[in-house]
């Protein structure tokens, strides 16, 4: 029952760039806030970013705040993550998920299963 789908990782260079893609399927991202999550071998899964259901609020941890930039497409049901800029720490999956999303919080519900992600790796 894949709802989301990550897409748009790969290797990239340190001050590289790329664009991750979060796709719905069997519901609207419109109108649904969506926040972006990430993993590191060995490390807790953490919130990156968010959007919330209106667009009305974006959140940036401080790591990528100025780096990164969360955008929804409406009309391709898709929710992006331009990522600008990359450093070695950025380094691991991405996952995205439907999210309470508002006064620098992220609330994933407990009772969703996560997608497969999508592997970055930033590397020399």
């Known amino acids: 029952q894949v709802q989301l789908e990550e897409s748009g990782g790969g290797l990239v260079q340190p001050g590289g760039s790329l664009r991750l893609s979060c796709a719905a399927s069997?519901?609207?991202?419109?109108?649904?806030?969506i926040g972006w999550y990430r993993q590191a071998p060995g490390k807790e899964r953490e919130g990156v970013s968010c959007i919330g259901n209106n667009d009305e609020y974006t959140y940036y941890i401080d790591s990528v705040e100025g780096r990164f930039t969360i955008t929804r497409d409406a009309a391709k049901n898709t929710v992006y993550l331009q990522m600008n800029n990359l450093r070695p720490e950025d380094t691991a999956v991405y996952y995205c998920?439907?999210?309470?999303?508002?006064?620098?919080?992220?609330?994933?519900?407990?009772?969703?299963?996560w997608g497969q992600g999508t592997q970055v790796t930033v590397s020399s």
């Open positions: 069997g519901f609207t991202l419109d109108k649904t806030s």
């Open positions: 998920a439907k999210v309470f999303c508002r006064w620098s919080t992220m609330i994933r519900s407990t009772g969703d299963t």
